[in-house]
């Protein structure tokens, strides 16, 4: 592939910049991963991209280069959706909640395969909170298979599945920036071709919204899709985001997007550690806090769109009881 010719196509600003098309976009997204690219070009596309924001053909383009070297993994579950989760970004100002999701669906049968970093730069990542409840990440491919079987949830690094996306993934450090890697790992799905998972893809802008709606709207699997909060893919539980499904191209909106503040935000410790979070999350599962309806919500919405549920109001009672039930009961 030309790489000065693509980036004179994609770097010429906001008005002079063009789109690749689907296949364009593949070729090069698979030579990225493939470490192809020597490094000046590579920031240089990775910055282009940025600055000119993805083309539905080029999302398209990249997540085909990315699912044809992307590992994969069985459903534990037949029937039921594993429900995927990227984990890449931590929290710093509220609590980390994704785990407390993680283990509601553990609960109730649903098997979780979270994916992402082991390091947050900083912030609160959900590896740390796992860590406290003994949940560790899996070493390998096999090791996460046996976990999800045994106990129905494992936790991966990137660099297991994909090693190719976790080296543009490494970028930002470099960088200074995201890039359309992280775009890229909200969509994977370690279980396409074993009948799919359901994938939760959080946005931070709502203008990217409209971006994946397109993609999602264009594209086979299932989804659920909302505004995540501090770019992890939990609800917030000061105010519950819109939360949509996509099932094979089928957009529904689960739960509109509440309005003001919320009631139910938890009175976790201050600062929200890792420790003081997963000692709030276990209080919670133990029935000694309430778990915000927020995040109900959104557990409700993963055990309808995962299968495990046939309607939204079967997913909703489901979800209210057994969030409410104590973990010992």
């Keep these: 592939m030309n790489l000065s010719a693509c980036l004179k196509q994609i770097g010429r600003g906001e008005r002079g910049a063009r789109d690749l098309g689907t296949d364009e976009a593949a070729t090069l997204f698979g030579a990225m991963l493939d470490g192809g690219v020597p490094d000046l070009e590579l ?8 600055l000119k924001t993805e083309s539905l053909s080029e999302l398209l383009g990249f997540h085909a280069a990315l699912g044809a070297r992307l590992a994969q993994l069985r459903a534990p579950v037949p029937g039921i959706r594993t429900v995927v989760i990227p984990s890449y970004n931590g929290a710093r100002r509220q ?3 994704m785990p407390l999701l993680v283990l509601l669906l553990r609960r109730i049968g649903v098997p979780v395969l979270v994916h992402g970093v082991l390091e947050s730069d900083g912030r609160v990542a959900a590896a740390y909170v796992f860590r406290e409840f003994g949940l560790f990440p899996c070493a390998s491919l096999r090791h996460a298979q046996e976990a999800l079987q045994r106990d129905g949830m494992a936790f991966v690094p990137i660099g297991a599945l994909a090693p190719g996306l976790s080296n543009l993934l490494a970028l930002r450090s470099r960088l200074g920036l995201r890039s359309c890697a992280h775009t890229m790992a909200k969509l994977i799905d370690p279980f396409s071709a074993d009948g799919g998972g359901l994938r939760m893809i959080s946005v931070t802008h709502p203008a990217y919204a409209d971006k994946l709606r397109e993609f999602l709207s264009q594209s086979d699997g299932a989804a659920l899709l909302m505004r995540g909060t501090e770019g ?3 609800a917030n539980p000061r ?3 819109q939360i949509e499904a996509f099932v094979d191209g089928a ?11 919320g009631r139910s935000a938890p009175a ?3 600062p929200a550690d890792a420790r003081a979070t997963a000692a709030w999350i276990r209080a919670a599962l133990d029935g000694d806090q309430p778990i915000p309806a927020a995040i109900i919500s959104q557990l409700a919405g993963c055990l309808y769109a995962c299968g ?3 309607s939204l ?3 909703k009672a489901v979800a209210t009881v057994r969030s409410r039930q104590p973990l010992a009961a």
């Design 313 to 315: 109001s079967e997913a």
């Design 43 to 50: 920031g240089a596309i990775l910055l282009a991209l940025r």
């Design 232 to 234: 992890e893919a939990y």
């Design 95 to 97: 609590p980390n909640l």
């Design 239 to 241: 105010r519950r985001p």
């Design 268 to 270: 976790a410790a201050e």
């Design 308 to 310: 495990y549920c046939s």
């Design 251 to 261: 957009a529904e909106v689960l739960f509109p997007a509440e309005q003001g503040t």
